[in-house]
């Protein structure tokens, strides 16, 4: 089969991965590809296995750009300030539980119930003041802000700078997942280094200025030896949790008011018993995964699914493809809101990197789900849209919903 066909940048795989990615896992679960300069890996098990061992599969590589930058660019990133360092995401354990440990503070099971009300006091003015005419593009008025919002509160970072870190967040995601061309490339380095210098700003004023929030506690909490992190591994993590902790959610968001309004049966029975909503939940992570591609690099020769991976190899994990494998779900292309595996999904990884902010994810989608059921029970789609994504490769969610109402 032509695995050199596969092209993750191209307009029929972004409107629709899961038709070459059943393709892909049945005849080619483990080939290379040319265009990407990446293993592609797609079953159920051996992603499982990628993710989760580390020894083998290091996560060096999983933020580096998946298109190698322009000189131009790189030279952008440079005069622009940029200084990232490796921190969490992509350092192997045991280096990896130093900031990790610290990062888990942020998310502990007590501080992120204690958000649930301020979640849910968001969720309703944005419905209140947002949703009344009868019909509104669900991103724009409710799920493109509200993650940011929440992010913005753990960390005291003020509502009036959504815009400016949206775009950074943007331009931070094109880098890393997207295939730019030159030109485009130095414009998107100049603005991720300015979003990064805003990150090191945060960092430098709790410094000097403490408060009770997340930023003032990674800047002062000591390590195991007693050391606080570095005024570049705060910035880093900031830099990470300024895209992570609101881009992700909001594509959860996107894929969930779409898919459950396509499934009308499926919207009805949440309006009708919103204990349903925790597992509508989960369905959505699967069914449609906000994060469909992550990576990983070979530390040794590894055998996986019979094909030889050599030392020092790029593999993109696809984890999109993983979550309909037939092997580990039933009928997997089947929308399903009471699936009993369905939280088997791999949407927020495996194994020491298992994703932090799952709880956060977790609430803020039960909290809109229950919301919007309560308050717009007559939510349908509009009629007739077609669904657009942003060109990368790893994040995946429509960038706008449209939805009418009955008022
Ligand atoms: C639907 C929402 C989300 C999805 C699908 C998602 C997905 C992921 C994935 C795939 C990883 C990599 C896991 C691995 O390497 O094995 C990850 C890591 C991470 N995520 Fe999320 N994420 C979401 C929401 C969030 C939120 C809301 C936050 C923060 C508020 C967050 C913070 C992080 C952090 C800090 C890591 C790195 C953890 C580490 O390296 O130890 N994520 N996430």
């Not at 899961?18 to 590809?33: G, I, K, N, Q, T």
């Not at 000591?222 to 830099?239: C, H, N, S």
């Not at 595996?341 to 298992?354: D, I, M, T, V």
């Not at 077609?386 to 790893?394: A, H, L, N, R, S």
Request: net charge negative; proline share 7%.
């Amino acid at each position: 089969m032509a695995t050199t066909a596969f092209d993750p940048f191209g307009e029929t795989f972004l409107a629709d991965p899961y038709p070459e990615f059943a393709r892909l896992r049945a005849a080619a679960p483990v080939f290379w590809s040319p265009a990407l300069q990446y293993w592609v890996v797609s079953r159920y098990v051996d992603c499982k296995r990628v993710l989760r061992e580390y020894t083998t599969f290091s996560a060096a590589n999983s933020l580096a750009p998946v298109t190698p930058p322009c000189a131009r660019a790189g030279a952008a990133l440079v005069e622009g300030g940029f200084r990232s360092i490796p921190t969490l995401t992509n350092v192997d354990p045991p280096a990896h539980g130093r900031t990790r440990r610290i990062a888990y503070l942020a998310f502990t099971p007590r501080r992120v119930a204690q958000m649930e009300g301020f979640v849910r006091e968001t969720v309703r003015r944005f419905i209140a003041d947002r949703l009344h005419e009868g019909r509104a593009d669900i991103v724009s008025a409710l799920t493109w802000e509200l993650p940011a919002r929440v992010i913005f509160q753990v960390l005291g970072v003020p509502a009036s700078d959504v815009a400016s870190v949206k775009t950074g967040a943007a331009n931070r995601l094109l880098f890393m997942f997207g295939r730019a061309g030159e030109d485009e490339q130095v414009e998107i380095a100049a603005g991720m280094a300015e979003f990064w210098r805003y990150c090191e700003a945060l960092a430098e004023d709790r410094r000097a200025h403490p408060r009770d929030d997340f930023t003032s506690d990674l800047v002062h909490t000591p390590d195991r030896d007693g050391k606080p992190l570095t005024q570049q591994e705060v910035a880093t993590i900031l830099f990470g949790l300024l895209l992570a902790g609101h881009e992700t959610t909001t594509n959860l968001l996107g894929h969930a008011v779409r898919r459950l309004l396509e499934h009308r049966e499926s919207w009805e029975a949440l309006c009708a018993d919103p204990t349903l909503i925790p597992g509508a939940v989960e369905e959505v992570l699967r069914y449609d995964s906000s994060v469909i591609h992550w990576r990983r690099r070979t530390t040794r020769p590894v055998e996986l699914s019979g094909v030889e991976l050599p030392e020092g190899a790029d593999v993109l994990v696809s984890i999109g493809a993983a979550n309909r494998d037939p092997e580990v779900f039933t009928d997997p292309d089947r929308f399903d809101i009471r699936r009993r595996e369905a939280s088997e999904h791999l949407s927020f990884g495996n194994g020491p990197h298992y994703c932090l902010g799952a709880p956060l994810a977790r609430l803020e989608a039960r909290v809109v789900l229950e919301e919007l059921t309560a308050a717009l029970p007559s939510l349908r789609l509009a009629p007739d849209q077609t669904y657009t994504f942003q060109p990368i490769i790893g994040f995946r969610g429509p960038t706008s919903v449209q939805v009418e109402w009955e008022n």
